[in-house]
């Protein structure tokens, strides 16, 4: 990511993360009529203890000094999470992990790894890469998702298939809160990983060809664990609902284990059962 792309990105995120808050939730009084939703700017710098103009100029993306104990008050005046503070830093210090960025090759899955893939039977599991690339996954989930397989190596990226294959998006009953998830993770990723130019290229890509993706990417959700309740309509089990598990897998791959419980108390479970048969 080069800097300008990276100053537009921080730019983008303090602007959609001003908009979510409101003067009460931070203490503030109400005040005169308010044009947009959100808090001002003026209020945000009030609130880090930084000058109108500091805070203006690092909203506007300007290339500016910014000190971690002073991005750590305008992260407490915005209510960031860990995960939001995390990619704040990442875009305002140009900091990264420096893990795998010249690793061009899909990730390689261990044979104790396939094991836990197989033992997670009525468990549809998949395996991604930081890019969101599926690397892995069990029968459960190609009965429940798609049949990856058939897929060519090259598009079984997560997020482009949300995007452009009708089956998941007619699975998902909450397709939209479903994949803003899946992009909440892939935000955390593009801040972790903010040297490696893939992201930019792959988002411009996306936002080109998918409104729906520019305008779910426009909300800057970061989270690498984003709690979400997936309600599936099955074209042969209809309803089935799960819980979702997603595991950090230790190792240099930076690989991720997403893995959907059949909800307890339900019937999911049992339909699971038939449909792999």
Same mark, same amino acid.
């Given at each position: 990511m080069n800097s300008q792309t990276r100053l537009q990105a921080l730019s983008?995120? !303090?602007?959609?993360? =001003?908009?979510?808050?409101?003067?009460? $939730? #931070?203490?503030?009084?109400?005040g005169s009529r308010?044009?947009?939703?959100?808090?001002?700017r003026e209020e945000v710098a009030q609130l880090a203890g930084v000058s109108h103009?500091?805070?203006?100029? !690092?909203?506007?993306? =300007?290339?500016?000094?910014?000190?971690? $104990? #002073?991005?750590?008050?305008?992260?407490?005046?915005?209510?960031?999470?860990v995960d939001e503070r995390k990619y704040l830093f990442s875009l305002a210090l140009e900091t990264t992990s420096g893990a795998g960025i010249h690793r061009e090759e899909l990730p390689q899955i261990n044979p104790s790894l396939r094991i836990i893939l197989q033992?997670?039977?009525?468990?549809?599991?998949?395996?991604?890469?930081?890019?969101?690339?599926i690397v892995g996954w069990n029968e459960a989930a190609a009965h429940v998702f798609l049949d990856f397989e058939l897929i060519p190596p090259e598009e079984r990226n997560m997020i482009r298939l949300l995007f452009t294959r009708k089956e998941l998006q007619r699975l998902a009953v909450n397709w939209e809160q479903f994949?803003?998830?899946?992009?909440?993770?892939?935000?955390?990723?593009?801040?972790?990983?903010?040297?490696?130019e893939w992201y930019e290229e792959f988002v411009e890509e996306m936002k080109a060809t998918?409104?729906?993706?520019?305008?779910?990417?426009?909300?800057?959700?970061?989270?690498?664990?984003?709690?979400v309740l997936p309600e599936f309509r099955h074209a042969k089990a209809r309803k089935m609902l799960f819980q979702l598990t997603s595991l950090q897998v230790h190792g240099d791959a930076d690989l991720r284990c997403s893995i959907y419980t059949p909800a307890p108390g339900t019937s999911t479970r049992s339909k699971l059962e038939q449909l792999m048969r």
């Amino acid at each position: 990511m080069n800097s300008q792309t990276r100053l537009q990105a921080l730019s983008q995120f !303090l602007k959609a993360q =001003r908009a979510k808050l409101t003067p009460q $939730s #931070v203490g503030l009084p109400e005040g005169s009529r308010r044009r947009t939703p959100g808090l001002r700017r003026e209020e945000v710098a009030q609130l880090a203890g930084v000058s109108h103009t500091w805070y203006t100029w !690092l909203e506007q993306g =300007r290339d500016i000094k910014a000190s971690s $104990s #002073v991005l750590d008050n305008v992260a407490k005046a915005l209510q960031l999470t860990v995960d939001e503070r995390k990619y704040l830093f990442s875009l305002a210090l140009e900091t990264t992990s420096g893990a795998g960025i010249h690793r061009e090759e899909l990730p390689q899955i261990n044979p104790s790894l396939r094991i836990i893939l197989q033992e997670l039977t009525y468990c549809p599991t998949i395996i991604s890469d930081r890019k969101c690339h599926i690397v892995g996954w069990n029968e459960a989930a190609a009965h429940v998702f798609l049949d990856f397989e058939l897929i060519p190596p090259e598009e079984r990226n997560m997020i482009r298939l949300l995007f452009t294959r009708k089956e998941l998006q007619r699975l998902a009953v909450n397709w939209e809160q479903f994949a803003s998830g899946f992009l909440a993770i892939f935000r955390a990723y593009y801040g972790q990983y903010v040297e490696d130019e893939w992201y930019e290229e792959f988002v411009e890509e996306m936002k080109a060809t998918h409104p729906d993706f520019n305008r779910l990417w426009e909300q800057s959700k970061v989270s690498s664990a984003p709690e979400v309740l997936p309600e599936f309509r099955h074209a042969k089990a209809r309803k089935m609902l799960f819980q979702l598990t997603s595991l950090q897998v230790h190792g240099d791959a930076d690989l991720r284990c997403s893995i959907y419980t059949p909800a307890p108390g339900t019937s999911t479970r049992s339909k699971l059962e038939q449909l792999m048969r």
